[in-house]
């Protein structure tokens, strides 16, 4: 797989939350990491994602936002 994007997470798929067009998708990063992302019914069957395969949470730079206290 070739992207631009350099923050690419693997992970295991550990929940897949079909609705009626979109699915919550859960990827454990290990060390109590999860992320969740939403996308659509079709990515997940394209994707041919299934519990237990390995996935990748992939971020682009100028979507994530940053906090402090």
Same mark, same amino acid.
């Given at each position: ?8 997470? $693997? ?25 969740? $992302? ?6 997940? +069957? +394209?994707?041919?994602? +299934? ?19």
């Amino acid at each position: 797989m070739k992207i631009s994007a350099r923050n690419k997470l $693997a992970g295991t798929v550990i929940g897949i939350d079909k609705g009626a067009v979109n699915a919550t998708v859960q990827i454990d990063l290990g060390g109590a990491v999860i992320v969740t $992302a939403m996308i659509t019914n079709t990515s997940v +069957e +394209e994707l041919g994602l +299934e519990i237990g395969k390995t996935a990748y949470a992939i971020v682009k730079a100028s979507d994530v936002m940053v906090g402090a206290d």
